[in-house]
């Protein structure tokens, strides 16, 4: 794991704040063109009441008439601009049907009011369910496959044509509109084929051509939107922002700059030659060179075609309709907790859509942060939300100050983690800056950058398919430092993501770091890179693509739900599975209410089947849904069901008594679940297994929990672990670890002989169906093989010498009834060792012992006083003593009833508690 370098310095709040290098590099270039002081962006000193008040009526008055005082002084040469405009942008799924086109249309047309001018920009005709394909994405299949001379381009082009010819006839009907429409449409598909023929003749394509023909789904929804407008009365003009804005590309290419002082000069001009409509619709995403080439805004461009309208216009606000509620924590698509976010900063929206939140294109709040103009986000489909506010000033601050210090998380996908390594760039000065002009003279842009302080590595993120070229550039470049061994090898780590937590209010705020990185450790997710801008606005580590998801939904879970989520899975609905479901049942909306623990049921799975529910098990009718609406079981899709949820917390709970979930502990645990057990198998089994399961817990951050494997209820593994964790040392635990024979041997001594103790004890259900299974000590030796290990002894089950208490002649006897008939038989043995003991004035008891000091286990009958407290036992109760250095003269002894479903289960929910409270639910 590597630590950041300060990229960036910061100012005092408030006053102006420098930009993180990063952002300053994206300013660097657009600064000349926004005519910005290098680096630096004023933010008002404070937010008065009156400009609050005015942003929050612009909120909900996004498309009612503006009023005159808001008009800014602006330098308006043509004398259009001003605060009239108000510019309203509409995504791809706003355009994807005639339907949509109209009611948008409508919309704006109502907008317009005698005070008030509207500027629409629109995107190209997105997806619809009977048009899956986004027009753009269709035109740049349409050139691969062209400049890859496949003809398939031909049936793309037709299909381009069909949909937008049949959308106009929905939209326009017969009329002269649609003529117009239809003409100028087949007059571009004509070009276009011709454009198209001569890549694939060429077997190439160029930017420049590839931009102009890619335009072209917004030059037609933009013509249809306007003609649209039209008929529906309007004074309406067509602008085609190729002939308004000029821009350059950056020096990475990834974006483009706009050239504002010609772009203004242009927009005079459309003016002057297209009249002062108070309805315009632009065309988003393209734009021209100044070269007078056609080029693009890069994909999403028409959010920020948006701005750059609003602040060409001077508008006094922009509204981008799209198909979400607004700008959510984190994309709603992946996490479905995210919550829409009411308002935000300009850099936070910045910051956001820089890492990878496709909501807004990453230079959308440039132009309006310029001119303090803002931008509302809203749901084109659910226009009741009041959606999300973008301006200098989130108007909920104080609320998030006091609260969630980070307002979103945002991942981008797909990157490749280049390490600069060696001792020799210790004190050397200029490194970093020769790697970073290396990369730059490339044309590469890095995404993020880490540096250990002790200078031995430094470490970047570029873009997936950038990530051999960048190795190749360094390699040349350090060809002398890597001979000389100065530098070792440059890695290239594909397949990474970055995740990036952005807000304003964790300025000056600690431990926001810190509990970022435990939310992912806890998720087991793997940090390779940090790096957090003084800025403080943001904080960016870099994970294994794979876990992209999951890291996600983990550090917003973290920092977003007050509640913490645990998604189970049960194995083994049985008995013991039953009852804790039902204590589920009873216990879910007390533990949500009164300690934010959000315990859901996923998924039961029986020896035979499983029922998995992404949305949670209904408690109420589990068993028949079981029955019902179940798979056969299958344990590896039952962990890949939960390692795949999106809750981050997931645990399985294997109430069986089998091998078969045992063996697979270490296998969910790999996948990220937590596991809690009262089965004994996995604790007294191969100690190879053991040993590899407890490692996985201690070093993936992984929990295994199995109070329930010993005393069922009883807090006994708790215990010892506290006592082992505090420093006590083990020196003997002795125990009646079984509560069969704990009835049996308490009962024995009433004078009826020891079959008839045992009849009498299988007649009341305490027994398992034959009796020997308790009666042979396995059970009891388990239990002494899981409290020796706890105690630090490696032994496996057969290094434990048991004294069966089936007499050797009947072991091998088939069937229990015959067991239980032949036992009698043998009762002159039994009362033979009781009278003995009884004559000296003590008791038999069946125990497990742990010598620990000694290093070795046993099962066997032993003889206690009267007075000891293991003599004193009644019914079936469990009773264990601690010897051990602090609890020397008088053990610690817990005694309780330790058999039972109801107890068992309890056992496991505690486990479950405690697994919630490790996970971070208060305590
Ligand atoms: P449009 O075509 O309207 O421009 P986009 O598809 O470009 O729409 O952007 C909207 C989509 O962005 C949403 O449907 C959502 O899935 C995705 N998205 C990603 N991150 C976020 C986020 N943090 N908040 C809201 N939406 C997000
Ligand atoms: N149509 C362009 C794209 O899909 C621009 C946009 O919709 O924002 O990238
Ligand atoms: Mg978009």
């Known amino acids: ?87 309203h942008k509409f995504g791809g799924t706003c355009m994807a049907s005639a339907d949509r086109i109209r009611a948008a249309a409508e919309l704006m047309v109502n907008s317009v009011g005698p005070s008030s001018s509207t500027c629409v920009v629109v995107s190209a005709m997105g997806n619809h369910p009977t048009s899956p394909l986004k027009v753009t994405d269709l035109i740049l299949n349409m050139i691969k496959k062209a400049s890859r001379q496949d003809a398939a381009f031909l049936v793309d082009l037709a299909a381009l044509q069909e949909k937008h010819v049949e959308t106009a006839k929905q939209l326009l009907g017969q009329s002269k509109e649609l003529t117009q429409f239809v003409a100028s449409l087949m007059d571009d598909i004509t070009n276009l084929k011709a454009m198209l023929q001569a890549m694939s003749i060429a077997g190439m394509s160029t930017d420049a051509f590839s931009d102009f023909v890619v335009g072209h789904g917004e030059l037609w929804s933009g013509r249809l939107f306007s003609l649209c407008c039209r008929q529906l009365g309007a004074d309406v003009a067509f602008m085609d922002t190729r002939d308004v804005l000029v821009v350059t590309p950056t020096n990475d290419g990834g974006s483009v700059d706009l050239d504002e002082q010609l772009s203004n000069c242009r927009l005079d001009d459309w003016f002057t030659a297209n009249g002062c409509s108070k309805l315009v619709v632009a065309t988003g995403f393209i734009a021209r060179s100044p070269e007078g080439t056609a080029t693009t805004l890069k994909r999403n461009g028409s959010d920020f075609s948006a701005t750059i309208m609003g602040a060409l216009l001077r508008s006094r606000h922009i509204t981008i ?27 936070e929206a910045w910051e956001l859509s820089y890492f990878g939140a496709n909501v807004l294109h990453p230079r959308t709040t440039l132009p309006a942060m310029k001119y303090h103009i803002p931008i509302t986000i809203r749901n084109f489909f659910n226009q009741k939300a009041l959606g999300t506010r973008i301006s200098d000033f989130a108007a909920d601050m104080e609320v998030y100050q006091g609260k969630a210090t980070i307002k979103g998380f945002a991942t981008i996908d797909n990157v490749t983690l280049i390490n600069v390594e060696g001792t020799g ?43 051999e070229a960048a190795a190749k550039v360094l390699t040349d470049r350090f060809a002398e430092s890597i001979a000389a061994g100065r530098v070792s090898a440059i890695q290239v780590i594909p397949h990474c993501c970055v995740l990036a937590a952005v807000g304003q209010g964790m300025v000056a705020r600690k431990g926001v770091a810190a509990t970022m990185m435990g939310a992912l450790a806890k998720a087991n997710v793997n940090i390779k890179a940090i790096a957090q801008g003084s800025s403080e606005y943001n904080i960016t580590v870099l994970i294994d693509q794979a876990d992209s998801e999951r890291a996600l939904r983990a550090v917003h879970s973290r920092f977003y739900l007050s509640d913490v989520p645990i998604g189970v899975g049960i194995v083994g609905p049985g008995l013991i599975g039953g009852t804790l479901i039902q204590q589920l049942r009873e216990q879910r909306q007390l533990l949500k209410k009164e300690f934010g623990i959000d315990l859901r049921l996923l998924a039961v799975a029986s020896s035979s089947k499983m029922l998995m529910q992404e949305t949670g098990v209904d408690l109420d009718n589990w068993r028949q849904d079981l029955d019902e609406k179940s798979v056969a079981c ?28 045992a063996s697979k502990y270490i296998h969910w645990m ?151 008939a032949r036992l009698p038989g043998f009762d002159a043995d039994m009362d033979a060792k009781l009278r003995q003991a009884e004559d000296s004035g003590e008791c038999l008891r069946y125990v497990g012992v742990v010598d620990a000091q000694g290093g070795c286990g046993s099962v066997e009958l032993r003889r ?60």
């Not at 299958?634 to 645990?651: A, C, M, Q, T, W």
């Open 670 to 820: 790999k996948q990220g679940i937590h596991v809690v057990t009262p089965n004994k198998k996995l604790g007294s089994g191969p100690l190879e297994q053991y040993q590899a399961v407890r490692r996985m817990q201690r070093e993936g951050y992984i929990h295994f929990f199995y109070e329930g494997t010993v005393g069922a209820g009883l807090p006994v593994m708790g215990t010892l672990k506290h006592l082992l964790e505090t420093g006590d040392k083990i020196i003997k635990i002795e125990g009646i670890l079984s509560g069969t024979l704990s009835y049996i041997f308490n009962t024995f001594g009433d004078g009826r002989p020891f079959s008839e103790v045992v009849q009498d004890a299988k007649a009341k259900g305490y027994t398992e169906p034959d009796p020997r299974d308790d009666l042979n000590g396995t059970d009891v030796a388990r239990k002494v093989c899981i409290l020796a290990r706890e105690c630090g002894l490696l032994l496996e089950m057969d290094q434990i010498p048991v004294e069966s208490l089936v007499p050797e002649p009947l072991r091998e006897v088939a069937s229990s009834a015959e067991y239980m």
């Open 864 to 923: 206690y006083p009267k007075s000891h407290p293991f003599a004193q036992l009644k019914g079936s109760d469990n009773i264990i003593s601690f010897t051990t250095a602090r609890y020397f003269k008088q053990p610690l002894i817990i005694r309780g009833p330790g058999a039972g479903a109801d107890v068992t289960a309890a056992g496991v929910f505690s486990d479950l508690l405690r697994l919630a409270a490790y996970l971070g639910a208060p305590s």
């Open 634 to 661: 299958d344990l590896e899709k039952f962990g890949n069901f939960l390692s795949s949820h999106y809750i981050p917390n997931r645990v399985i709970v294997d109430c069986t008594a089998s091998d078969a979930p």
């Open 321 to 347: 309709w799209t198909d979400v509620d607004g700008v959510f924590s984190a994309d709603p698509r992946k996490v479905p907790e995210a919550v829409c976010l009411p308002s935000m900063t300009y850099h």
């Open 1 to 87: 794991m590597r630590t950041s370098q300060h990229l960036a310095k910061r100012g005092g709040p408030g006053i102006a704040c420098f930009i993180p290098r990063r952002l300053s590099c994206l300013l660097v270039n657009h600064c000349s063109a926004w005519k910005l002081q290098p680096s630096v962006v004023h933010l008002p000193l404070a937010h008065s009441a009156s400009a609050r008040a005015r942003e929050a009526s612009v909120l909900t008055q996004a498309i009612s008439p503006p009023t005159a005082e808001t008009a800014s002084n602006v330098d308006d040469v043509s004398g259009v601009r001003g605060a009239h405009w108000q510019v």
């Open 425 to 467: 760039m210790v004190g050397v000065p200029g490194i970093a800056s020769r790697i970073f002009s290396s990369v730059r003279d490339a044309g590469i842009n890095v995404i993020m950058i880490s540096q250990a302080s002790s200078e031995q590595s430094i470490c970047f993120a570029v873009k997936g398919g950038d990530g």
